[in-house]
């Protein structure tokens, strides 16, 4: 037993590591990690493969790339994955309360600061350009995801396939629809011999998220509402939490009116500075989505939202982690892949467009929007000073 209390655990057989000092690193890396999975990857690189050697280079690059293909968060999901490697699901699940939990709290206060504003009397106008700064995130990350996702004609045009689709039909049963169809498309046009594997961990999966989706057909209730949409965010988006951006927003503020296109935006932009996941945007939009009652009920909304978005990836992490080798020889999956990143990339490009049309195109809109986006481009300054300079612009004009 180690001096707090929490046993050793072997790393690979040889290295004996002290639990409470790997969640230290990990608290270490949640604090560092701006941005999104790629970013991410960086941060896991530096702290847990050059400094700590809980793992080499290549294992990092090979969970993250079976996180690549799950549905839900990939960067919580790596390193949860590491955390099962160094202790087992036990420290699998301490890892990822710590990587999440401080971010998840912060949002779901500031889903009280709409209120908070109206109490000292603070005009919410100060917050009218973090929307257009969140639009500039939203078109910087589309512009390198399309880089990584098209490939070539057939993928250039599953590209274009998600983002008109989703321009012109705004309903959340949309989004599964065109990832699925964009993955068919791929597996057909870039058939493999042998590509699929056996059907019954598929069928396994998509029954019990039926059995939630008949719960909340069942009940009117709004957190339970609140529960069931964001755990189908967590199991219908791949990659980072820009991808979730799209289907967020068409169905908490353009279908059943949750919140304002503006508060939707005001949360997603603050995100942008706060270090840890950005999935962590789900407590800040579960509060908004179950206020009008009591404070407890809106942080009962902020923590659904939280769990609700990240327990899928945690399932499946640790479900397919022990089956990792097997998982690395289905070539079905990597391919339909292919369509799906592709899809999804268009759904992220044409969410900049639509939020913009919302926000408004004033000159004052389209500058913030502008200029986020060139400093995010050349790099020149962190998220988080972007999105104090929004603040400030805000406060000063």
Request: glycine share 12%.
């Amino acid at each position: 037993m180690s001096g707090s209390g929490i046993s050793d655990k072997n790393v690979g057989g040889s290295t004996s590591v002290r639990w409470r000092t790997f969640l230290k690193d990990v608290l270490i890396c949640s604090l560092g990690a701006y941005g999104g999975p790629e970013a991410h990857l960086g941060v896991f690189m530096d702290q847990m493969v050059a400094k700590k050697r809980y793992l080499t280079e290549e294992e990092l690059v090979e969970l993250l790339a079976l996180c690549s293909i799950l549905p839900g968060p990939t960067s919580t999901q790596t390193i949860v994955a590491i955390g099962c490697k160094v202790g087992g699901p036990l420290l699998g699940l301490l890892t990822m309360l710590v990587w999440a939990l401080p971010v998840l709290i912060f949002m779901g206060l500031l889903s009280f600061l709409y209120q908070g504003l109206a109490a000292w009397n603070i005009s919410a106008d100060v917050l009218r350009f973090i929307g257009p700064m969140a639009v500039g995130f939203i078109l910087v990350a589309s512009f390198r995801i399309g880089r990584k996702v098209i490939t070539g004609s057939y993928t250039g045009a599953l590209f274009l396939f998600g983002a008109l689709t989703t321009y012109w039909i705004r309903a959340p049963w949309v989004f599964p629809v065109v990832l699925l169809a964009g993955g068919a498309v791929a597996v057909r046009v870039f058939r493999e011999a042998g590509m699929w594997p056996p059907w019954r961990y598929l069928v396994l999966f998509v029954g019990f998220a039926l059995g939630l989706l008949a719960l909340s057909l069942v009940s009117s209730a709004r957190l339970v509402q609140v529960s069931e949409s964001f755990y189908r965010y967590g199991y219908l988006v791949f990659g980072g939490g820009q991808v979730v951006v799209p289907v967020m927003h068409s169905e908490l503020v353009e279908m059943r009116h949750f919140m304002t296109n503006e508060e939707f935006l005001t949360g997603y932009g603050l995100v942008q500075g706060l270090p840890g996941p950005m999935f962590s945007f789900a407590a800040y939009a579960g509060g908004l989505a179950a206020r009008g009652g009591s404070v407890f009920r809106q942080i009962l909304g902020a923590a659904a939202g939280g769990i609700g978005i990240f327990l899928p990836g945690l399932l499946l992490i640790y479900f397919v982690y022990p089956a990792w080798e097997q998982l690395k020889a289905i070539p079905a999956i990597r391919i339909a892949l292919r369509g799906v990143n592709a899809v999804a990339g268009g759904l992220i490009a044409i969410a900049a467009v639509i939020l913009m049309q919302a926000s408004g195109f004033s000159a004052a809109n389209l500058a913030v929007m502008a200029l986020s986006t060139i400093l995010l481009l050349l790099r020149k300054l962190p998220a988080p000073l972007i999105v104090f300079g929004a603040l400030a612009a805000g406060f000063v004009l």
